[in-house]
């Protein structure tokens, strides 16, 4: 899926799809002086998307509301929305905030957000949230910016954040703000698999030891998924932050063994987690997998509180 569009409502606003994304790779090259991680990972865009309907109003400041869509709205899933705050603790009210004062606007924002991505599962959820949040005030306000101006105020929201205006899968490298973007990509399916449990990106990272010797790895990566080599492909399907991540939550290690069971092509955690996913050359491959997945969730033999079949840089819907 590309970077989300604004497209005009009927109330005078825009709407937009924020899509997640997946983390085939993530090396974590070096801790930085600044504090933060050098990191080098090809990320892909998926066709699980949040909602954002955006409207001007006269008054100074951002009015967010948040509504769950169903696979978040009930049962164990509902703890996948993990109390998503409405004020300046929310990336899209501190991204409205910062275009807005960039730009010296002086009126504000309503926001409505309808959350389908999970939160603390490592999908990317709240920084594309905020990067579409960027790209509709950017319309609403007639702020012809490119988007590298964009991006860069988005770098100041968070580091993922500047990696949804790529449009499309692209390498993040530096702490994320520096964006390669990759073409010729392979039509892929995936199944995510989200724990019950999130993860706190800083109590992973905290505990993730750097590894120089994987720089590289994401071009390498996405030349093999290019000529469909996906033997070599696995091999360059790394995550520094899955030992990390399955130290601080058991049941990753469950939902991880139980993709593979279930026929999902190298299983792997998406960014810090808690998400998992497997890869599936089609659809119906991908559903199969799911299938079962859902049959040993049920059977109470892992610990699973959502589960989705996407498309990889799907176009938008």
């Not at 579409?132 to 012809?144: F, H, Q």
């Not at 990106?201 to 010797?213: G, N, Q, S, W």
């Not at 799911?290 to 610990?303: C, H, N």
Request: charged share 20%; aromatic share 4%; with cysteine.
């Amino acid at each position: 899926m590309p970077t989300p569009v604004a497209e005009a409502d009927a109330g005078g606003g825009v709407t937009l799809r924020a899509p997640a994304k997946l983390n085939l790779s993530l090396a974590v090259l070096a801790r930085r002086a600044d504090g933060f991680h050098e990191i080098e990972s090809l990320m892909v865009p998926v066709s699980l998307a949040d909602t954002l309907h955006v409207r001007r109003r006269a008054e100074p400041g951002v009015g967010l509301t948040v509504a769950l869509g169903p696979a978040l709205a009930g049962g164990s899933a509902a703890a996948l929305a993990r109390d998503i705050p409405t004020d300046g603790r929310n990336l899209v009210v501190r991204a409205a905030e910062a275009l807005a004062r960039d730009a010296g606007i002086a009126t504000g924002l309503e926001i409505a957000l309808e959350k389908h991505v999970p939160a603390q599962a490592g999908l990317g959820g709240g920084s594309s949230d905020a990067a579409a949040t960027i790209m509709a005030a950017s319309r609403l306000w007639n702020l012809d910016w490119p988007l590298e101006r964009l991006a860069a105020i988005g770098g100041t929201i968070g580091s993922d954040v500047p990696w949804f205006f790529a449009g499309g899968p692209a390498i993040a490298s530096g702490r994320g703000e520096h964006i390669e973007p990759v073409a010729g990509l392979p039509d892929l399916f995936a199944v995510i698999a989200c724990p019950t449990v999130g993860l706190s990106t800083a109590a992973v990272y905290a505990r993730c030891v750097p590894d120089p010797a994987r720089r590289g790895d994401a071009l390498r990566l996405a030349e093999a998924l290019r000529t469909k080599d996906l033997s070599a492909a696995e091999s360059f399907m790394t995550n520094a932050l899955e030992p990390p991540a399955r130290s601080l939550s058991p049941e990753i290690d469950r939902v991880l063994e139980a993709l593979a069971d279930s026929g999902g092509f190298a299983p792997r955690l998406t960014g810090s987690g808690s998400a998992c996913f497997a890869l599936a050359p089609t659809k119906g491959e991908a559903e199969s997998v799911a299938a079962s997945l859902e049959f040993l969730r049920d059977a109470g033999r892992v610990p699973c509180a959502a589960i989705f079949v996407v498309r990889l840089a799907a176009p938008a819907a």
